[in-house]
């Protein structure tokens, strides 16, 4: 019903920036506009639970953990029906598979994409 493709992950020195990218698609949406949907970004690190990293309400507010704030932006682009995270002054504690959900009301993932920050 719904799908979640993830993307724009990869290896990337400290101090370096990516954007994730999540595209939705799904029959839903030729119902439900993507914008009454709250969206995140979650993480996993080895060995760790998955986090949340950033949020995105249905009102449109930001939420962003302590870790990543002022670093991390969580957008969201409705006509083109994606969520993005820019993250820029990356740092090696930031590696892990990054996972986009779509949020209240409903709650669906994306398969996460890996983010890996080494020298």
């Known amino acids: 019903q719904v799908q979640l493709v993830e993307s724009g992950g990869g290896l990337v020195q400290p101090g370096g920036s990516l954007r994730l990218s999540c595209a939705a698609s799904?029959?839903?949406?030729?119902?439900?506009?993507?914008?009454?949907?709250?969206m995140e970004w979650y993480r996993q690190a080895p060995g760790k639970q998955r986090e949340l990293v950033a949020a995105?309400?249905?009102?449109?507010?930001?939420n962003y953990a302590d870790s990543v704030k002022g670093r991390f932006t969580i957008s969201r682009d409705n006509a083109k029906k994606t969520l993005y995270l820019q993250m820029n002054s990356l740092k090696p504690e930031d590696t892990a598979v990054y996972y986009c959900?779509?949020?209240?009301?409903?709650?669906?993932w994306g398969q996460g994409t890996q983010v890996t920050v080494s020298s």
């Open positions: 799904g029959s839903i949406f030729s119902i439900f506009a993507i914008s009454i949907y709250a």
């Open positions: 959900r779509l949020g209240h009301p409903a709650d669906y």
């Open positions: 995105l309400s249905r009102a449109g507010s930001t």
